[in-house]
């Protein structure tokens, strides 16, 4: 009789996995009819290792049969600007999905990545970072959404050479990208029910830059009195990181400190391998790895076929919902997290040894 | 006999006895040289140094450093002024000092965020062209920390670049706020770099840059930074982009050695090894030029805690306890360095007397009470 309850009883002890239940949507989403026509999304595999991870997206969304269609266009780090048709496309179907672009160091092209950005104007870049159930990791309660302008700052790429060996760069703040950064990160607190909102500066030191970003954002935080409004100065907020990230929930930055506070918290929370984000506009949205987008990997991880395409499923899953499949983006979700969680399928920057296309494999096993 | 024995069996820890030197000489620049080394003066003169006490909890660490100093009978004496962050510049008599003396102690000063005053800390460092800003990250014995094997020496452009405070509003709603880079400066430090990884035995020399976004200005501290490692062959030298670099710290910061990068880059990643080697409270440091040189908590030095605890008397003295030790060693007294170092060591391995950022409940005073008497 034991050896018959004992496979019982692990099925029903299994059965339990708190953290991953299906059934956590109850009120069910109500589609307007037509609403499940086939959607059309750009998609930009990139360089390195975006072939590799578009694909595994590609594969997924086939398999979960997601009303998504896909227009592929070849663009490449190296060409001088973003092909006309692709913009094109991207205008038209409002929503794009893409791998890095390699950028050459050094003089030359610019960064067709932020070139992106700006033709579209994409001023708010996120990046979800949290602790994946199942993932060990050095930080425990880390579920912080950095919110970064996408446009302005630092990365204006104004420079010139004043004299030979004197170059100068410009950082332009502006009233108005400040504002509007600020008030997405406020909404998107808001409808997202996250408590606090705090702000990353150096305005001790650039009174006049970050401190026209601090005003913006303590006018818009006057807007919203059941959200808490906070202040960190970024090198203090660096620290802050990496002994307590708990203390962070919503954070909203200029442009460099976005990039250097998201890739610190996308390591924290498991590696930028891991963590979904994406850019977003007031017309259209591109959405890529979270941090470290522009990070086409290593040639070995190429030619290995080991990169981690969960990052871009979680993006894509992102997609879904912005693009209103809620029950699609949930199911996709869940597998992925499912998969994390087994710990089987992992590849080689959460420790594993597994490939792309095993992790992929185990994705769509997980589907339900 | 039990007592002989237990004598026997406890012996210090190798890294607590006095004769293991932690990597903190912070030379002069250009003193890779073939200048010889005289002393200052002669032996038994006391040397005099500035001490700038500051603000918030400046005070209070400073005045741990001082109580050290006279237990050890260290030939040192002070020369105080008080400096705070909200006078419009340094007085002159604390600039002569300072030219005076070549050496200067300090606590941070506190700079108003906003329009108004320019930060003090900085001012100071300009005025004196203290080009070089060292941190040293490492894991402390005894100090349980999520990350091991931290032992990264930040050194940082404390000049130019993004801390140059030229701003403007162009039009009302636009600011301009301008990052100037210099083969001048970019060369200096780097070669300050290398030669600090050659004086200390160091393997590696990586330099932080975002050059992809920022073509000429970083491009431009590269090319410096590759010309000068030529010129040190047995040095490794390699180049990440600063992302990425926040990322490796938090997850493999092994990997990293002598890291050289501009004034912004270098403030935020000195901040971030600091956090994962112990705190900002634990981690040395200081500023140097080719003339004058101060010592000064490692990172986020214009950091001047909350008044509570000031009120409380809690702020962590370790930091200032330990850049003090490198400014012995600065001043040629490597013994009485040693011997500081080890007391601090002594007193973080034991773990009895930590102040709350590092877990405990101490007063600074507690913690320095057990510092003297841990020296020998």
Same mark, same amino acid.
Request: glycine content about 8%.
């Given at each position: 009789?034991?050896?018959?309850?004992?496979?019982?009883?692990?099925?029903?002890?299994?059965?339990?996995?708190?953290?991953?239940?299906?059934?956590?949507?109850?009120?069910?989403?109500?589609?307007?009819?037509?609403? *499940?026509?086939?959607?059309?999304?750009?998609?930009?595999?990139?360089?390195?290792?975006?072939?590799?991870?578009?694909?595994?997206?590609?594969?997924? !969304?086939?398999?979960?049969?997601?009303?998504?269609?896909?227009?592929?266009?070849?663009?490449?780090?190296?060409?001088?600007?973003?092909?006309?048709?692709?913009?094109?496309?991207?205008?038209?179907?409002?929503?794009?999905?893409?791998?890095?672009?390699?950028?050459?160091?050094?003089?030359?092209?610019?960064?067709?990545?932020?070139?992106?950005?700006?033709?579209?104007?994409?001023?708010?870049?996120?990046?979800?970072?949290?602790?994946?159930?199942?993932?060990?990791?050095?930080?425990?309660?880390?579920?912080? @959404?950095?919110?970064?302008?996408?446009?302005? *700052?630092?990365?204006? *790429?104004?420079?010139?050479?004043?004299?030979?060996?004197?170059?100068?760069?410009? %950082?332009?703040?502006? %009233?108005?990208?400040?504002? #509007?950064?600020?008030?997405?990160?406020?909404?998107?607190?808001?409808?997202?029910? #996250?408590?606090?909102?705090?702000? @990353?500066?150096?305005?001790?030191?650039?009174?006049?830059?970050?401190?026209?970003?601090?005003?913006?954002?303590?006018?818009?935080?006057?807007?919203?009195?059941?959200?808490?409004?906070?202040?960190?100065?970024?090198?203090?907020?660096?620290?802050?990181?990496?002994?307590?990230?708990?203390?962070?929930?919503? !954070?909203?930055?200029?442009?460099?400190?976005?990039?250097?506070?998201?890739?610190?918290?996308?390591?924290?929370?498991?590696?930028?391998? @891991? !963590?979904?984000?994406?850019?977003? *506009?007031?017309?259209?949205?591109?959405?890529?790895?979270?941090?470290?987008?522009?990070?086409?990997?290593?040639?070995?991880?190429?030619?290995?076929?080991?990169?981690?395409?969960?990052?871009?499923?979680?993006?894509?899953?992102?997609?879904?919902?912005?693009?209103?499949?809620?029950?699609?983006?949930?199911?996709?979700?869940?597998?992925?997290?499912?998969?994390? !969680?087994?710990?089987?399928?992992?590849?080689?920057?959460?420790?594993?040894?597994?490939?792309?296309?095993?992790?992929?494999?185990?994705?769509?096993?997980?589907?339900? | 006999?039990?007592?002989?024995?237990?004598?026997?069996?406890?012996?210090?820890?190798?890294?607590?006895?006095?004769?293991?030197?932690?990597?903190?000489?912070?030379?002069?620049?250009?003193?890779?040289?073939?200048?010889?080394?005289?002393?200052?003066?002669?032996?038994?003169?006391?040397?005099?140094?500035?001490?700038?006490?500051?603000?918030?909890?400046?005070?209070?660490?400073?005045?741990?450093?001082?109580?050290?100093?006279?237990?050890?009978?260290?030939?040192?004496?002070?020369?105080?002024?008080?400096?705070?962050?909200?006078?419009?510049?340094?007085?002159?008599?604390?600039?002569?000092? &300072?030219?005076?003396?070549?050496?200067?102690?300090?606590?941070?000063?506190?700079?108003?965020?906003?329009?108004?005053?320019?930060?003090?800390? &900085?001012?100071?460092?300009?005025?004196?062209?203290?080009?070089?800003?060292?941190?040293?990250?490492?894991?402390?014995?005894?100090?349980?920390?999520?990350?091991?094997?931290?032992? &990264?020496?930040?050194?940082?452009?404390?000049?130019?670049?993004?801390?140059?405070?030229?701003?403007?509003?162009?039009?009302?709603?636009?600011?301009?706020?301008?990052?100037?880079?210099?083969?001048?400066?970019?060369?200096?430090?780097?070669?300050?770099?290398?030669?600090?990884?050659?004086?200390?035995?160091?393997?590696?020399?990586?330099?932080?840059? /975002?050059?992809?976004?920022?073509?000429?200005?970083?491009?431009?501290?590269?090319?410096?930074?590759?010309?000068?490692?030529?010129?040190?062959?047995?040095?490794?030298?390699?180049?990440?982009?600063?992302?990425?670099?926040?990322?490796?710290?938090?997850?493999?910061?092994?990997?990293?050695?002598?890291?050289?990068?501009?004034?912004?880059?270098?403030?935020?990643?000195?901040?971030?090894?600091?956090?994962?080697?112990?705190?900002?409270?634990?981690?040395?440091?200081?500023?140097?030029?080719?003339?004058?040189?101060?010592?000064?908590?490692?990172?986020?030095?214009?950091?001047?805690? /909350?008044?509570?605890?000031?009120?409380?008397?809690?702020?962590?003295?370790?930091?200032?306890?330990?850049?003090?030790?490198?400014?012995?060693?600065?001043?040629?007294?490597?013994?009485?360095?040693?011997?500081?170092?080890?007391?601090?060591?002594?007193?973080?391995?034991?773990?009895?007397?930590?102040?709350?950022?590092?877990?405990?409940?101490?007063?600074?005073?507690?913690?320095?009470?057990?510092?003297?008497?841990?020296?020998?």
């Amino acid at each position: 009789m034991a050896k018959r309850t004992l496979p019982i009883l692990k099925q029903l002890l299994h059965r339990r996995s708190p953290l991953i239940s299906t059934s956590t949507r109850s009120v069910t989403y109500m589609p307007r009819p037509g609403d *499940g026509a086939p959607r059309t999304v750009t998609l930009i595999p990139g360089d390195g290792i975006g072939p590799l991870v578009t694909g595994a997206v590609e594969q997924v !969304m086939d398999a979960m049969h997601a009303p998504i269609y896909f227009e592929k266009f070849d663009v490449h780090g190296d060409m001088k600007t973003i092909p006309t048709q692709v913009l094109e496309s991207i205008k038209k179907n409002k929503v794009c999905l893409k791998g890095g672009l390699n950028t050459p160091m050094g003089g030359g092209v610019s960064s067709l990545n932020v070139q992106l950005r700006k033709e579209l104007d994409l001023y708010a870049s996120l990046v979800n970072c949290f602790n994946v159930p199942g993932l060990p990791t050095r930080h425990e309660n880390v579920d912080i @959404v950095v919110i970064r302008e996408n446009t302005e *700052g630092e990365y204006a *790429g104004l420079e010139h050479e004043v004299v030979p060996g004197v170059v100068e760069s410009l %950082k332009v703040i502006t %009233k108005f990208c400040s504002e #509007r950064i600020a008030k997405y990160a406020f909404e998107y607190a808001y409808l997202n029910n #996250r408590k606090t909102v705090t702000a @990353v500066h150096k305005a001790n030191i650039m009174k006049l830059a970050d401190g026209l970003f601090l005003e913006s954002c303590r006018e818009i935080a006057s807007r919203y009195p059941s959200i808490k409004y906070n202040e960190i100065i970024v090198d203090n907020c660096c620290m802050q990181l990496v002994s307590k990230p708990e203390q962070f929930d919503v !954070m909203v930055t200029p442009n460099l400190y976005g990039n250097l506070v998201a890739n610190t918290a996308a390591g924290i929370a498991g590696g930028t391998g @891991v !963590m979904p984000g994406g850019n977003v *506009g007031a017309d259209h949205a591109v959405f890529e790895q979270g941090a470290s987008a522009g990070n086409v990997g290593k040639q070995k991880i190429v030619d290995r076929k080991t990169a981690n395409p969960v990052a871009l499923l979680l993006s894509s899953a992102m997609m879904l919902r912005h693009l209103q499949f809620p029950s699609f983006a949930d199911r996709l979700e869940n597998s992925v997290k499912r998969v994390i !969680m087994e710990g089987i399928y992992r590849t080689k920057d959460l420790g594993g040894t597994s490939t792309t296309q095993q992790v992929v494999d185990a994705v769509i096993a997980k589907l339900e | 006999m039990a007592p002989i024995i237990k004598k026997l069996i406890s012996v210090t820890p190798s890294h607590l006895r006095s004769c293991i030197r932690s990597v903190t000489y912070m030379p002069r620049p250009g003193s890779h040289g073939t200048k010889s080394v005289t002393p200052i003066t002669q032996p038994g003169t006391p040397l005099p140094v500035t001490l700038i006490p500051g603000d918030g909890i400046g005070p209070l660490v400073t005045g741990a450093v001082e109580q050290v100093i006279s237990a050890m009978q260290a030939p040192v004496t002070f020369e105080k002024f008080e400096v705070h962050g909200n006078m419009n510049k340094i007085p002159d008599d604390v600039m002569d000092s &300072i030219r005076r003396n070549k050496v200067c102690l300090k606590g941070g000063l506190i700079t108003p965020i906003g329009g108004g005053v320019n930060s003090l800390n &900085i001012a100071l460092r300009k005025e004196l062209d203290l080009f070089v800003s060292l941190v040293n990250c490492f894991n402390l014995p005894g100090l349980p920390t999520r990350h091991d094997k931290v032992d &990264i020496v930040v050194i940082r452009e404390n000049t130019e670049g993004e801390y140059s405070g030229l701003e403007h509003e162009v039009v009302p709603g636009v600011i301009e706020s301008l990052k100037v880079i210099t083969k001048f400066c970019s060369e200096r430090i780097a070669k300050y770099a290398f030669e600090y990884a050659h004086l200390n035995d160091r393997k590696t020399v990586t330099a932080v840059h /975002k050059a992809n976004i920022m073509k000429l200005a970083d491009g431009l501290f590269l090319e410096s930074c590759r010309e000068i490692a030529k010129k040190y062959p047995d040095i490794n030298y390699n180049e990440i982009i600063v992302d990425n670099c926040c990322m490796q710290l938090v997850s493999k910061p092994e990997q990293f050695d002598v890291m050289v990068t501009p004034n912004l880059y270098g403030n935020l990643v000195a901040n971030t090894a600091a956090g994962i080697a112990g705190g900002t409270g634990v981690m040395p440091g200081g500023n140097v030029g080719t003339e004058f040189a101060i010592f000064e908590q490692g990172a986020s030095a214009g950091n001047v805690g /909350k008044p509570k605890m000031v009120e409380k008397k809690r702020a962590n003295p370790i930091a200032l306890l330990l850049s003090s030790a490198m400014m012995l060693r600065h001043l040629q007294l490597p013994d009485f360095a040693d011997r500081l170092e080890t007391a601090v060591k002594r007193v973080i391995y034991e773990g009895k007397y930590r102040t709350k950022d590092l877990g405990g409940s101490s007063t600074t005073q507690e913690v320095t009470d057990a510092v003297i008497s841990a020296l020998q």
